[in-house]
T-cell receptor, first 111, second 114 residues
């Protein structure tokens, strides 16, 4: 079992809809979680960081963390074609910057 | 402008010929990391550093070395490259001041070892 798992997709979403991405993790010692967006051929870009249970909102993005159930999710509201990318989830065990990534979910937003 | 630079961006080399990929950041970040990205295997951390002279292994450190003599630089060294190290490599730097976290990736280095 991978430490951090994501559905590879593609997740096809109509423009203007909400894209919902999920990530599960196996190590209960993981404390902080990250969501990245990566366009094809480009480097990853950090879009969300969450370490407390509950929701965290930043613009059109909302990250949700549930440590009891060991999952992290990312919601993208009002999805735009420019949101079409691969979204990577990562977990960190302690504040030492050792990150473990999931395989990524490809999102396609269709006009 | 916040920036992480990597050099070279593309490199084709032969098995066994030592090489260094440089990484430099201009944000005074304390944390720096190296990753490799391979199709089907995703992004995997090679080494990370929490500050000058402090480095530690990530998930796939075999065949790589790093050093952190200055805060801004974190070179990745392949002493004897092998074809299985053909990959896309990313350097990243980060800083955390809870609840905030800032991280930037370099543009990537595509390495081919023949």
């Amino acid at each position: 079992q991978k430490e951090v798992e994501q559905n590879s997709g593609p997740l096809s979403v109509p423009e203007g809809a909400i894209a919902s991405l999920n990530c599960t993790y196996s190590d209960r010692g993981s404390q902080s979680f990250f969501w990245y967006r990566q366009y094809s051929g480009k480097s990853p870009e950090l879009i969300m960081f969450i370490y407390s249970n509950g929701d965290k909102e930043d613009g059109r993005f909302t990250a949700q963390l549930n440590k009891a159930s060991q999952y992290v999710s990312l919601l993208i509201r009002d999805s735009q074609p420019s949101d079409s990318a691969t979204y990577l989830c990562a977990g960190e065990k302690a504040a030492g910057n050792k990150l473990t990534f999931g395989g990524g979910t490809r999102v396609l937003v269709k006009p | 402008e916040a920036q992480v630079t990597q050099n070279p961006r593309y490199l084709i080399t032969v098995t066994g010929k030592k090489l260094t990929v440089t990484c430099s950041q201009n944000m005074n970040h304390e944390y720096m990391s190296w990753y490799r990205q391979d199709p089907g295997l995703g992004l995997r951390q090679i080494y990370y550093s929490m500050n000058v002279e402090v480095t530690d292994k990530g998930d796939v450190p075999e065949g790589y070395k790093v050093s952190r003599k200055e805060k801004r630089n974190f070179p990745l060294i392949l002493e004897s490259p092998s074809p299985n190290q053909t990959s896309l490599y990313f350097c990243a730097s980060s800083s955390r001041t809870p609840p905030s976290y800032e991280q930037y990736f370099g543009p990537g280095t595509r390495l081919t070892v023949t």
